[in-house]
């Protein structure tokens, strides 16, 4: 099987690649490079129409949107049981967390970068701001409760799901975002010495410097 990743650094492309060390995976970095506009040309967008990374190419196959990209590649070596399948319930709770990922911590970060850089100048709010700081407060609130004393979101095991919290968080931290909540911040220390983040980050690195 062939995999392509079409990413760029620090952006959702690191859950995928991520992901894919976790799982040891192989796969070739496809640099789309955002500064440039690559995004946008008509190459990547009959790949992505969206014109957003991170995308996948599998054996020809295309698939956008870094959630179900990540539960696909789970799916490729399920006995790294990096989703639960040994329990509908288990599973049940990945997807509460994934979905919070995305729905309530993501959302107001994204509302951030959208209206200091990533919207057309004349569609930025600068009062969404403060709006979107206390969203995100409430969200880190939510997940410090969800997390308690457990070392994962599922609790012993590491899954998917840490990886896109975690994902998150550290978008929160390069955005300034205080976080106070200690079982977080631990949380936050557990993941960051993870070897696979390491890899993935050297990866984006070199993609950059090829
Ligand atoms: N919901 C999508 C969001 C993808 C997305 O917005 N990617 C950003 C980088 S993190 C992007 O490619 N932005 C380029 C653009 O919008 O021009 C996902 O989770 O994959």
């Not at 100048?121 to 609130?141: H, I, P």
Request: net charge negative; aromatic share 10%.
């Amino acid at each position: 099987m062939s995999l392509t990743v079409y990413g760029y650094p620090n952006t959702r492309t690191l859950r995928v690649t991520w992901l894919l060390e976790e799982l040891g995976l192989d796969y070739n970095f496809q640099l789309v490079d955002l500064m440039k506009g690559e995004a946008r040309q008509t190459s990547f967008l009959e790949l992505n129409a969206g014109g957003k990374v991170p995308a996948i190419r599998v054996d020809g196959g295309i698939i956008t949107e870094s959630l179900a990209i990540m539960n696909y590649l789970c799916t490729l070596k399920p006995e790294a049981e990096l989703i639960p399948t040994y329990s509908a319930f288990r599973r049940a709770q990945y997807d509460q967390w994934s979905v919070f990922a995305i729905a309530e911590l993501e959302q107001p970060l994204w509302t951030m970068g959208k209206h200091k850089f990533a919207l057309p100048k004349d569609y930025r709010v600068r009062e969404m701001e403060a709006t979107s700081v206390y969203e995100f407060q409430v969200a880190l609130d939510l997940l410090s409760k969800g997390l308690g004393q457990q070392d994962y979101i599922l609790g012993d095991s590491f899954s998917a799901a840490d990886i896109l919290l975690g994902h998150c968080l550290f978008w929160g931290m390069s955005f300034g975002q205080s976080i106070e909540q200690e079982n977080l911040k631990a949380y936050i220390g557990r993941l960051g010495v993870r070897p696979a983040l390491g890899l993935a980050r050297q990866k984006e690195k070199q993609a950059m410097s090829d």
